[in-house]
């Protein structure tokens, strides 16, 4: 398990893999609960990964005597259990977060991958300090948020960021030209995020893609979206797809809607530019904006 992987996600895997390890044993949620000494419900809560046992041996004699664990297997699902039990770096400010995003950045902390569309506006993972704080303060009246809202969006958004910056997970994002036109703040905001967006494209883990607005091509305009994909050996099973929409995350993990989700990304794929030209379309594109507000 990687070290970036962060408590809740962890939960979430070490209940996909106890549900795992029960149907393999071929035991119900109460016989397994009648071995480990605890309440069904125990079970539910620890397979659903909303929290743990009270005493770690409860755990041990789970994975142990009800589920026949080699001891290897068991000192690393252990380890997980631990982990598991710490706070998010989010936690503190998890009550003014959007509906779904709580959930949503467990999954990130855990993703190997991304793939995202965004259209309108630079995508959250690649804009820099002053473009966020202008982009959110701008609909801070429109969605009655508060300051401390702004501020908390503000410092999440940076924080995600270090996901590409400092822990490696690979990125692929292709946007709209329209998030480079649409003038987010004042130009001076908009010329220090061209040049984000360039350095972030120079990253050996980052491919940055555009659709042209003169490419007669599919367009997903009903908010951006994201794939998420996990090493095998941490989260089996299909990709995760999590929608924005009028500021809602929606996280979805069934196999037929996330694979909506890949067809729609492989085929915005076929219009946008390749990655090698992103660099003199955006300086392009910085051109054409500095002539119109001249």
């Known amino acids: 398990m990687a070290a970036n992987v962060r408590a809740t996600f962890l939960r979430i895997t070490l209940g996909a893999e106890l549900t795992r390890l029960r149907e393999q044993a071929g035991l119900t949620g109460e016989q397994a609960a009648k071995i480990a000494g605890c309440a069904p419900s125990a079970i539910n809560r620890l397979e659903g990964g909303t929290s743990g046992f ?14 026949k664990v080699t001891r290897k297997d068991a000192a690393i699902l252990t380890d997980w259990y631990k982990n598991a039990k710490q706070e998010d770096w ?7 977060l959007p509906s779904g995003m709580n959930t949503f950045l467990a999954f990130e902390s855990g993703a190997r991958n991304a793939r995202v569309w965004t ?7 690649i804009q820099d300090e002053e473009y966020a704080k202008a982009l959110i303060e701008s609909a801070r009246i429109a969605d009655d948020r508060t300051a ?3 501020e908390s969006a503000v410092k999440v958004r940076m924080a995600r960021k270090k996901r590409i910056t400092n822990e490696g997970m690979e990125l692929v994002c292709i946007m709209d030209q329209s998030a480079l036109t649409n003038v987010v703040g004042s130009m001076d905001v908009m ?45 089996p099973g299909p990709a995760v797809a999590s929608t924005t929409v009028a500021g809602e995350t929606r996280v979805l993990s069934k196999e037929r809607p996330v694979r909506q989700f890949i067809r729609r990304f492989d085929v915005l794929s076929q219009g946008a530019i390749p990655a090698h030209e992103t660099p003199a379309f955006i300086d392009q594109i910085a051109r054409e904006v500095e002539k119109e507000h001249a």
Do not use: C
């Not at 259209?119 to 993972?125: A, C, E, S, T």
């Not at 491919?207 to 090493?231: C, H, M, N, W």
């Open 54 to 67: 009270q005493r770690i041996e409860q755990f041990t004699k789970l994975i142990r005597d009800a589920y």
């Open 90 to 96: 989010w936690a503190p400010i998890g009550s003014v």
């Open 119 to 125: 259209p309108m506006v630079v995508n959250g993972l």
């Open 148 to 150: 401390e809202f702004v």
């Open 191 to 235: 010329r220090a995020q061209y040049e984000e967006i360039k350095r972030l494209a120079a990253l050996p883990n980052v491919t940055l893609r555009f659709i042209p607005a003169k490419a007669a091509t599919y367009r997903v305009l009903s908010g951006e979206f994201q794939i998420l994909d996990f090493d095998r050996q941490d989260l």
